[in-house]
């Protein structure tokens, strides 16, 4: 029986993701086989916009749906949503009091083009992690799993639909909580651009 952590990929993860991961230390795999889920966290993020949360979404390939292992699925480039995205990053996190310490590093992610999405999340992950000063190496699935412990098996923790699975719901600032007030567990970037070097702190 596989007896080590298993975790999903996210794009931009969640604030609880990366709680999750100091608490597991270095015991965990990244699942790189399994089939793309929709309507996850695997290629959407949530951030903070004036209006509320926003939900921001990396396409896909059509196909890539639901019998694509993750190691397969391709980004799709049929429209701009690189520039979508970095637009909503500038629009909701310009005047957040690190942004502009990261952007110029976070904006590689948005010019330059990824075939797969496990390669451009699994990038992604370790730029946050290195940010974060978390020292984590991220070792990868060799094959999907069945016979993992329950207690182990994080693979489907954090389903954009279920608040319930919140690992750290403690308020620290956010740019617009003055109009819609704090939104727990929103994308890491959220955290990062609002607490900087203090973020680690915070996990």
Sequence with gaps: MQNTAILPLFYLPPVGYFSLLQKLGTDFLIEKHEHLAKQTYRNRASIYSPNGKL???VPVVKGSKTHT??????ISYD???QRLHWLSLESCYRSSAYFEFYEDELSRFYTNKFEFLFDYNLE????LSKK??????FEVTTEYFNDIAPELD???????????????????????EDRHQFLPNLSIVDLLFNQGPQARLYL
């Design 55 to 57: 939900d921001i979404t």
């Design 132 to 137: 974060l000063k978390l020292n984590k190496t």
């Design 69 to 74: 292992q993750m190691k397969d699925v391709r």
């Design 154 to 176: 994080y693979r489907t923790i954090m389903n954009p639909k279920k608040e319930e699975d919140i690992v750290n719901n403690k308020p620290y600032y956010q740019v617009f």
């Design 124 to 127: 992604l992950l370790e730029w």
């Design 79 to 81: 429209f701009k949503w």
